[in-house]
Structure formats: C-alpha cells, structure tokens
C-alpha cells in the first residue's frame, strides 16, 4: 500500500510555473499531483509566474481533478486580463469545463507571501522548489522583507528552508541558438535569481525533452482535463517535444535517467541567453561557494523508459 501524503520522507516541493504558454506545464502539474497521491512528494503549492487571470484557476483545474483541491496556489501580483497565446489557448477551455473553487490569480495569494509562509512552516534544508517558467517569483522572493510569516528576509529564508532549486531554463552548457523561452521571459529576474540564490541550482535545459502527448489525448480518461490540454496544445494523437516533465522527475527521483554535469556558474546575459563557465567571474560576490553549486542535467532515455515513466503518470489519471 502506497503511503500517505502525509508521510515522513514524501519530498517537500513548490512547483512555479509559466502556465498559458506551452502545455508542458500541465503535465508538470499531473506528475506532482500523481506523486503527491502516492506519498512520493508532497506537493505544498504551486505559484504561477504569468500574469494571465486564469493561469490559477488552471492550476486548480488539475490540482481538483486528482483529488487535491486545496493545495495552496500562490499568483504574480497584480494579474491582468492578457489571454494564452491562441496555438496553446487550453487554459481557458480548462477552466470553462472542469470543477474547480478559485477564480483566478485576483483571487489566489500574492505568491511571495504565500512562498515565505509555506516555507516557514518546513523543516529546515528540506524544500525542493521545482521551476518550469519565468524567475520572476523567485527573485522578489530573495528580495521579500521579513513579515507574519518570518523574520528572516527572503535570501535567508530560502537558504533556511529550500534544499535546492531545480529550474528549466537556459541551454547547457551555453545557448548557442539565443535566449531559451523561460530564460528570454525575464532575463533580468533570471539573472538576479541566478546569481543570488543561496542553495544549489540544477538546470534542466532546453536540449533536454521528451517527446510525447499522442498517449496521453488517446488512452487518458475523456473526463481528464490532462486529456484536453493535450489535445488542443499539441493536436490530438500528435507526439510533441515537452520539457517540464524532466525537471519534476529529476526532482522526485533524481538518478537513473540524469547525470550531473558542473556549469560552475551560469552566466545569463541581458537578452537571456547563458553560458556555463567553470571560470568564476571576477566580479561575483561569494563566487566560489555560488559557482560550484551550480549543475546542469545530461538527460538519457535508454528504451524510452523515462518517456514511458511520464507518460503513464499523464494516462493514469487520478
Ligand atoms: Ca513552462
């Protein structure tokens, strides 16, 4: 019998994501969900880091579905009334169709409070915080002042309580192809999360994807808001690259499917693109012990078991 949720050793994770843009976010969030069900994490929120209303109510379409309506789901504030890019444009069929009680980001919890009071309540070194979008978040949370929740200010808060941060972004060990999509998002976010962030980094980059979603809009159940993501982001029965899966199985179970290489530290440049240097800049502060906690992943998918892996968490359903 699977352990609960609730049980000690289920990884403590926050997942941020750009939901509205490619719907890999939502497979991010049904294999969070189907390993928090199984007591393999426990999945203590999700912040969104685009502005779009209904990117939060999105998130609690797929949260409701597997049976976890209320986890916590945090937004960048202010949100406004800006829509998905048309050739993704599944949020708002999500929400239109499916059960779920939070209107939108208006409605959800700054995400910086609700990121300083989730942490709060860890224990210490404890947090995995997965990302799959934009760092805007992450960097006003280092720079977040000390309130109800804590009095440690954000960067101390963090470097309390989160165990490492796994971030898809960037190209490893440079973009030579311009800025990666996440990265391009908020360079300059990026950048000052990058630098700044005081536990380790593992970046899963834009060579590493799998390729799926004609599985999941076949065999997935016709009720499954996975289901319809799928079939409107990427055509039903249609294979496509996906990204935000790796980093969550990184994540959850590390080994087997990824190796670790040294980025020593990732520089991001304005337009956002990044280059991995063992070299550490001369003008970085506290480099040395920043610059070796910075890795990057070398995903291998011998029989495409990985994709398999994932692809059955997306079917399964509940
Ligand atoms: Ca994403």
Known sequence: MSPSAETNGALPLLVDTDICADVDDIGALAMVNSMHSRGEVRLLGVMVDTRGNAGAAAVDVVNTYYGH??????????????????????????????????????AAPNAIHLY????????????????????????????????????????????????????????????????????????????????????????????????????????????????MAFEIGYGPGVNHDAWDMLPILYAARRGRYFTEKNCGFNRISDDGSNRCTVDVPSD???????????????????????????????????
Request: with cysteine.
């Open 284 to 318: 970085a502060k506290e480099s040395d012990s920043i610059a070796s906690r910075q890795r990057y992943l070398r995903f291998s998918d011998p029989e495409g078991r990985a994709t398999a892996t994932i692809e059955d968490m997306l079917v399964t359903g509940r």
């Open 116 to 227: 300083r009071k989730l942490l709060a309540a860890e224990k210490d070194h404890s947090v995995v915080i997965v990302s799959v979008g934009a760092a805007t978040n992450l960097a006003a949370l280092l720079d977040s002042r000390p309130d109800a929740a804590s009095a440690l200010s954000g960067a101390e808060l963090v470097s309390r309580k989160v165990a490492r941060l796994v971030l898809m972004g960037g190209k490893y060990p440079y973009s030579d192809t311009g800025p990666e999509f996440n990265f391009k998002l908020d360079p300059a976010g990026t950048r000052h999360a990058v630098d700044h962030w005081p536990t380790p980094i593992t970046f899963s980059g834009l060579e590493s994807f799998v390729k799926l979603g004609k599985r999941v809009s076949t065999e997935a159940p016709l009720d499954s808001p996975v289901r």
């Open 69 to 106: 309506p209320d986890i916590p789901i945090g937004a960048l504030q202010p949100t406004d009334a800006s829509k998905c890019d048309l050739s993704h444009d599944y949020v708002g069929h999500l929400v239109e169709r499916f059960p779920h009680d939070l209107t939108g980001g208006s």
